[in-house]
């Protein structure tokens, strides 16, 4: 069976006057269907970048990216953006300040031209826990998890076989966070979702994901599956180091 | 020397409004050593209004009020504006969470550090620069020559926090209260900057108010640690005793929170308790 994302060599590079910056150096890894895979790094690292290019939101290079066995054009047609749908950080930002989350949702179902409305938006919201009487509000009537749920609600309205998520609880307070990951968890059992995660938290990445690629300066570091990463069998000092900050910090013998 | 640096005894601000009174902080009290205190909790629980109210910085409406709120045995209470200019940034310092908020981005680094000398310690132009290059040396920056003439902008984040422990301690304060101060930072540039704060708190005396919403980094830097919510001090133990803690609320953040080394199927979630704001 193809994997359901296969990427080699993928370059990006952003130009900005006459300064360019070799963002991603020649990334290579597969998903396979259902699979959740994780990718790691501090700020600058390139992770999330990686994402965007995925998802076609960037321009990239590579030898090759496919998408559900087929390669992605730079141009993605509506059908490719159908394949994977995306979660952002912030989801003040993300949302329309001016939208209720019924346009909000309404908007990717007029786009694709899907049937049944009104159907489809009431079991997204209940899909994501949130109550009909949620449906006609602004995002500022909402609180913080309760907008990631709109964000979620909206990126699995049109039944993506691949969600993308970029940081989806960092923006939140851990026992929210707990919520919104309990549900990405459930919600990627029902639907047999095939998930890549970005996040700069080991533990939540760990929480999340079967399989872990770790960044640094744009490239990966290594690649290792989540029992190994918690028992610390890594190959690369910088894992190590990453592993070791996060379990908080160390006191030096005085 | 007396070990009480900080007593606080029922401390509330209240801010009033349409629909009636906001306790930001209700009851609170506690006492700081010469220790490092974590104050924990989540967004809305209060704990950076405990820092600013300690610091005097509540904006009105807010109204702070106290039975005891003393630093160094007397009471901060009854402190003019006077008063305050004479113990913010001298006796009492503090780190804010971002340094591209609180640094000003149209001064050099140093200039903003000498000042402190210049106010604070009546240093002559020429002593206040020796200060803030001995200053920016102890937090490990590696060429303080060139970063005393640099501006915020050209620092990365990690910097911009050294450079602002620099600031904030180069007056030598007794009492420093860091609001987040590494949350805006990478993990591995996070346990550098602790590393520092640590051996100059250590060094010098000070007591320490580390406020943070990450368990995991309180629990391992701090002495002690107060658990906040809404607007309340719920529970005050050892840091290291944070595993065992009793209240229902800590024991649910700390089950929230995943973790590398106890993976779960699923994150215990919280149901709040109308009876922890009693």
């Known amino acids: 069976m193809a994997p359901m994302i296969d990427i080699e060599d993928l370059h990006v590079t952003f130009s900005n006057g006459g300064r360019s910056v070799h963002a991603v150096q020649g990334v290579s890894f597969s998903v396979e269907e259902g699979e959740s895979f994780g990718i790691v790094g501090e700020s600058g690292s390139g992770k999330s970048t990686v994402l965007k290019a995925v998802s076609g939101l960037i321009p990239s290079e590579s030898r090759s990216l496919t998408v559900n066995g087929r390669p992605a054009a730079e141009r993605r047609s509506k059908a490719d953006r159908r394949l994977m749908q995306f979660v952002f950080q912030d989801p003040y930002a993300s949302l329309h300040p001016r939208q209720t989350v019924d346009e909000a949702l309404r908007e990717p179902l007029s786009i694709h031209g899907l049937d049944r409305k009104d159907e489809r938006i009431e079991q997204a919201l209940a899909e994501v826990g949130l109550l009909p009487e949620h449906r006609f509000r602004y995002p500022h009537q909402l609180s913080g998890g309760q907008r990631q749920r709109v964000a979620i609600a909206r990126a699995l309205i049109l039944r993506p076989p691949v969600l993308l998520l970029d940081e989806p609880t960092s923006a939140l307070d851990v026992s929210v966070q707990a919520e919104i990951l309990n549900l990405i968890s459930r919600l990627r059992q029902a639907n047999k979702l095939t998930i890549i995660l970005v996040s700069h938290d080991l533990g939540v990445v760990a929480h999340l994901c079967n399989r872990i690629a770790i960044m640094q300066f744009g490239k990966i570091v290594e690649v290792v599956n989540t029992a190994d990463l918690s028992a610390g069998r890594v190959t690369q000092d910088y894992t190590r180091r990453l592993i070791e900050a996060s379990r908080g910090f160390v006191r030096e013998p005085s | ?278």
């Not at chain 2, 050099?108 to 200053?135: N, V």
């Not at chain 2, 602002?164 to 209260?177: G, K, R, S």
């Not at chain 2, 701090?222 to 719920?234: Q, T």
């Open chain 2, 1 to 278: 020397m007396s070990d009480k640096l900080l007593t606080v005894e029922n401390l509330n601000v209240t801010y009033p409004g349409r629909a009636g009174v906001t306790h930001a902080l209700k009851n609170a009290s506690f006492e700081l050593g010469r220790e490092r205190l974590g104050i924990v909790g989540e967004s809305g629980s209060g704990k950076s209004t405990m820092g600013r109210a300690i610091l005097g910085l509540i904006p009105k409406p807010g109204i702070v009020t106290a039975d005891r709120l003393d630093f160094s045995g007397k009471s901060l209470l009854t402190n003019t504006d006077r008063d305050w200019q004479k113990l913010r940034g001298r006796r009492i310092s503090m780190i804010m969470q971002d340094p591209k908020y609180s640094l000003n981005p149209v001064r050099k680094i140093g200039d903003q550090i000498a000042e402190t000398c210049r106010l604070h310690l009546g240093s002559t132009r020429k002593d206040a620069e020796q200060r803030s290059l001995a200053m920016l040396e102890a937090v490990q920056i590696r060429n303080p020559d060139a970063v005393y003439n640099q501006y915020p902008h050209q620092l990365s984040g990690g910097m911009g926090q050294r450079v602002m422990i620099a600031m904030m301690l180069v007056a030598e304060p007794d009492l420093l209260i860091a609001d987040e101060p590494t949350s805006a930072l990478d993990v591995t540039v996070q346990n550098e900057v602790l590393r520092i704060l640590d051996r100059l708190v250590a060094d010098r005396g000070m007591g320490l108010i580390f406020i943070s919403h990450n368990l995991t980094v309180v629990s391992s830097f701090c002495d002690r640690v107060l658990i906040m919510y809404g607007g309340r001090i719920l529970e005050q133990c050892a840091a290291k005793d944070l595993g065992e803690a009793r209240h229902p609320y800590t024991q649910a953040l700390i089950a929230a929170t995943p973790s590398l080394d106890h993976p779960k199927a699923e994150l215990a979630t919280m149901v709040r308790d109308p009876a922890w704001l009693l």
